[in-house]
């Protein structure tokens, strides 16, 4: 498997920083039937957290959202795949260096012989730039 490139929308809910937020919001999305590709959270340290999923179904969690009357943001990044090779991000980040593009946040998790990362960027052209420059 060759590694590819596609543009992915995140989707970010702020929530309070106590336990059992995180257990509530996944109930609440398999009930709702949605899927997630990657998630991530962080404490911002005011009592607050952000929580970030990737869903596989965009229009989905769209409604979602909208339906329970959360506030979301969105932010498009570049998520790539292949195989889990020694070095495996290491072309891909040296192309982006040789082009001067500067990665602003990556996630990467190999798991069973494969890896997927997932990076932003400053802008949404750039993310389109990636993704082209990766090969989608």
């Known amino acids: 498997m060759a590694q590819t490139a596609m543009k992915v929308t995140a989707v970010s809910i702020e929530v309070e920083d106590k ?6 919001i996944m109930a609440t999305l398999r009930e709702a039937g949605i899927n997630l590709k990657a998630l991530a959270g962080w404490s911002k340290g005011d009592g607050h957290a952000v929580i970030m999923a990737i869903p ?15 506030e979301t943001t969105e932010k498009a990044l570049v998520w790539v795949e292949g195989l889990d090779e020694m070095g495996a991000l290491c072309d891909l980040t040296a192309k982006l260096a040789g082009e ?3 990665i602003v946040t990556s996630h990467a998790l190999g798991v069973g012989g494969n890896f997927a990362a997932v990076f932003s960027f400053e802008s949404e052209q750039i993310v389109d730039q990636v993704v082209q420059l990766v090969g989608g």
């Not at 336990?19 to 509530?24: D, E, K, T």
């Not at 596989?56 to 959360?70: C, S, T, Y």
């Open 19 to 24: 336990p059992g937020v995180a257990a509530q």
């Open 56 to 70: 596989e179904d965009l229009a989905a969690l769209r409604a979602l959202a909208a339906q329970e009357g959360v």
């Open 100 to 102: 001067n593009i500067n």
